[in-house]
């Protein structure tokens, strides 16, 4: 950021930069107008010198937990808030609480402020030899803003907001990503992730994904909630400190899952993350293709 500042004040000494993330969504129908508007303020606010992020209320949940959020002084009349803190992805009982105020927002990410500013906080620092992380950055530029916006953003930063974001059938609400073949019988509101040269066959699958990747070599599986779908930061945890043992399945929060061996099974890693109840096998076909079968089972004591 540092050094796009010292390049852009070579063209133009006092121009405002807007720094932003490239792994969101701004839907450009539902709300659009006021993110342009709060983006404004922003402009307005960092071109009078006050570095400013841009906030956004949420009202999800699950999407509030796993966002990092900007806490603001309430006072003023001023649309653009003094940011007086930072939550980063608070528990649920704290995010419930932090809904129910009005002295937060979350933050987007995106960042609003001059060159000068920049290059002014930054100007005793050798970076070459120093690193500065953007929580640092942040911290050097003294006194920061929040421009608060209701517009539709989402973080596709989880399984659900990529669900959310996504071109979805108009009875059943599922979506398919990849190149792979999907088939989704009796599945609802489900996100399929198929590479090339993989075929998922799905059966009564909900409000959930099941996503498949190759690395390394091998064929990983993640069968995962949407409810539960910020768990799946455990499992990659695991998956990195536990590299001698991944022969083994893993679950985060789920009950009664079963993996199918075949001829296959010693090419393939399946994880459960807040799913019951499921079962899944895959086999290579001999055209080469990899054919993952996942489904809904039979709760006991049920039909």
Request: hydrophobic share 35%; glycine share 6%.
């Amino acid at each position: 950021m540092v050094k796009a500042a010292e390049f852009i004040s070579e063209q133009d000494p006092e121009a405002t930069i807007i720094n932003t993330p490239s792994d969101q969504y701004i839907n450009q129908e539902d709300g659009f107008g006021n993110f342009v508007d709060t983006m404004k303020l922003a402009i307005r606010s960092a071109e009078g010198g006050q570095p400013t992020i841009v906030g956004v209320k949420i009202r999800d949940l699950i999407t509030f937990i796993g966002c990092g959020h900007a806490i603001y002084d309430n006072e003023g009349e001023d649309f653009c808030r003094k940011v007086t803190g930072f939550v980063e992805k608070p528990d649920e009982k704290t995010a419930k609480k932090m809904m129910r105020s009005d002295d937060s927002a979350c933050n987007t990410g995106i960042n609003v402020w001059t060159a000068k500013t920049i290059l002014e906080a930054t100007d005793t620092l050798n970076l070459e030899e120093e690193p500065l992380s953007t929580d640092e950055l942040m911290m050097l530029l003294g006194e920061l803003r929040v421009a608060i916006g209701e517009f539709d953003w989402h973080d596709c930063g989880t399984l659900k907001s990529l669900w959310e974001v996504s071109r979805k059938t108009p009875n059943h609400h599922n979506a398919s990503l990849g190149k792979g073949y999907v088939d989704r019988t009796e599945c609802l509101g489900s996100l399929f992730v198929a590479p090339e040269d993989v075929e998922i066959y799905a059966t009564d699958i909900e409000d959930g994904s099941v996503v498949v990747s190759e690395i390394n070599g091998l064929m990983y599986v993640a069968c995962v909630a949407h409810e539960e779908c910020q768990l799946v930061r455990q499992l990659v945890d695991h998956y990195q400190s536990n590299k001698r043992i991944l022969s083994n399945d893993y679950s985060v929060k789920s009950r009664n899952c079963i993996v199918e061996r075949t001829n296959f099974s010693d090419q393939i890693r399946v994880s459960f993350v807040g799913m019951d109840y499921i079962s899944i096998s895959a086999i290579k076909a001999r055209n080469g293709i990899i054919q993952i079968t996942v489904s809904k089972r039979a709760e006991s004591g049920k039909i």
